[in-house]
């Protein structure tokens, strides 16, 4: 068959490339000019970048890691350097945490009977394997699921972690977060040379289209036609792997509004996400990674020097500083111009860490701006989801229809290449 699918992400690249193995042929749509999707680096120099989306992944990332096995990419994945131990700064005054699960971070924080409960919670999680996130039994919020183990760990502790990254815990699956938990006691891994050169690797296998942006795909007789910059293909089935904010433009006009209409584009929520990095040569005088309590605009400012590594690599000899915008205020801060988005976040960042250089002084200054971010998950959503995303000719994948993250996104992928059979 004659399959196009839509976005060169890590969706869309694990789909066309399984489609190719199993004998379609495939062409792949890419709006910009170049793969991956949001798992993009940015390039400063040789030896010098930023992870603008996807920063790591884990051992329970099975499908993924088989992925890397087949395209020879293991030889990339290097231990996770980003810091693990994290300070709270709760009115002023700072608290030195721990990661999770060894140490509950802020234990001065929960009370007694609480870190009792909680202690027994995760104990309890230990029985959970960290394979990824299940769809069953996920009918309650994250929130409701932690009120009856403990409140103040909730707000201590998961929100710090979830919140900056996903959405308020009120309005998230209880599943998601037990699956995190689960997961953080996978190994992680950081990917050398940005988290985007295994998706590079892929699409030197399979027919890219760079700088394609998909505008409709209609009925044409027999096939389906999708016309990108105004040109139309002919095809026998699509996959379409980009997220709902623009996948929706054009697939609520997709042929088969009968079922279409029942994917729920949109229930699917996506927040922003604004990160700021900076910088320059010289050592940080200090390892700081601090999440202040309770929560405001800033959801955590990282400063170390380039041999502790970032989210990337800094060169030997620098130091780099990540500031991330908190869940609600990213989306104030994503319409801003860049420049006013910097400062902003800048002058956030310097109230908590007040012995942070003057902005002038960073060498690079690198505003991160997603606007199609992380997805919420409600509960129930990818049990929903399963029912209406994988029947051909038109498929849907990315990881806002499977499982959350990079390990959702390839088994979307190879979900939605097995909807389709052999060639
Ligand atoms: C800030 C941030 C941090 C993250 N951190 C992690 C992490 O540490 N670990 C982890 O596992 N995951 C992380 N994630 C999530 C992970 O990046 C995603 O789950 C995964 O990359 C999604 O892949 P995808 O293929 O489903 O979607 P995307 O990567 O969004 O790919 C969709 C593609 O479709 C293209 N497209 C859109 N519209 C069109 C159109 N009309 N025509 C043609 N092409 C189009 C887009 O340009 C894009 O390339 C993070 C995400 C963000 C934003």
């Not at 603008?52 to 890397?68: K, M």
């Not at 394609?212 to 996959?239: H, P, Y």
């Not at 690079?364 to 409600?378: C, E, G, Q, S, Y």
């Amino acid at each position: 068959m004659q399959i196009a699918v839509i976005g060169a992400g890590a969706a869309g690249l694990t789909a066309a490339y399984r489609l190719v193995q199993a004998g379609h042929r495939v062409v792949v749509y890419e709006a910009q000019p170049y793969v991956g999707g949001r798992t993009h680096s940015a390039q400063f120099a040789p030896g010098h970048y930023l992870d603008t989306g996807a920063g790591w992944l884990t051992s329970a990332y099975t499908r993924t890691l088989r992925l890397f096995e087949e395209l020879g990419e293991t030889g990339r994945l290097q231990p996770m350097k980003a810091s693990a131990p994290s300070e709270l700064m709760i009115d002023g005054k700072s608290f030195i945490g721990a990661g999770l699960p060894r140490t509950p971070a802020g234990e001065h924080l929960i009370p007694g009977e609480e870190r009792e409960r909680l202690r027994n919670w995760l104990h309890w999680l230990e029985g959970y394997p960290p394979l990824g996130f299940r769809t069953f039994n996920d009918n309650e919020t994250a929130s409701q699921h932690m009120m009856p183990v403990s409140p103040a760990a909730e707000r201590f502790l998961f929100a710090p972690m979830f919140e900056g990254l996903f959405a308020p815990l009120s309005e998230q699956s209880a599943e998601f977060l037990r699956s995190w938990i689960a997961a953080s006691r996978a190994r992680y891994f950081q990917v050398r040379d940005g988290m985007d050169a295994p998706w590079q690797r892929i699409a030197m296998h399979v027919d890219v289209r760079l700088n394609a942006r998909v505008e409709m795909i209609r009925q044409g007789g027999s096939r389906l036609e999708v016309v990108a910059n105004s040109v139309g293909a002919a095809v026998d089935g699509v996959v379409v792997a980009v997220p709902p904010p623009q996948g929706a433009a054009f697939v609520t006009r997709a042929i088969e509004p009968r079922w279409v209409a029942q994917l729920n584009y949109e229930h699917v929520e996506y927040s922003g996400q604004c990160r700021l990095y900076l910088a320059m040569p010289g050592d940080a005088p200090v390892r700081i990674h601090r999440r202040p309590l309770p929560m405001g605009r800033i959801a955590s400012v990282e400063w170390q020097s380039g041999s502790d590594g970032a989210w990337g690599a800094c060169p030997p000899g620098w130091q780099w500083v990540l500031v991330c915008a908190n869940e609600a205020y990213n989306n104030d801060l994503i319409d801003l111009p860049d420049f006013e988005a910097i400062e902003r976040l800048w002058a956030d960042a310097a109230a908590i860490v007040p012995e942070l250089p003057p902005l002038r002084a960073w060498k690079v200054r690198h505003l991160v701006k997603w606007r199609h971010a992380v997805p919420t998950m409600a509960p129930g959503h990818f049990t929903r989801m399963a029912a209406y995303t994988r029947r051909p000719p038109v498929v849907f994948a990315g990881d806002w229809t499977h499982q959350a993250c990079i390990e959702g996104a390839v088994r979307s992928g190879e979900a939605a290449a097995e909807a389709f059979g052999p060639g």
